[in-house]
């Protein structure tokens, strides 16, 4: 990762964390986007395309993480069944 972006993400994430209290972080990823990327003189909207893509994410990650949850504790749950029942009794 270049020193650039770095620097950026760096302070997207303490801006994040100094605006840790807002529900849903509305408004404030975009915005902190904006703000690191106008200090060293890039383009505005760039840092706003950065922050709508990254929130886009967010459910992405969200739902296929919840998913493998899902999968892995019905699987682990039927395994445990197999168990107990070749078990002699």
Known sequence: MSGA???LETGSASIDG?????????????DGKVLRF???GLRRARGLTVGIVRRRQEP???GVSLAALGWLTTRGSSHRLL???S???
Request: proline share 11%; net charge negative.
């Open 83 to 85: 168990i107990q029942r």
């Open 38 to 40: 106008e200090a060293p």
């Open 87 to 89: 078990e002699p009794s």
């Open 18 to 30: 100094m605006l840790f209290f807002v529900p849903a972080k509305v408004g404030t990823q975009e």
């Open 60 to 62: 992405l990650y969200a």
């Open 5 to 7: 972006a770095h620097a």
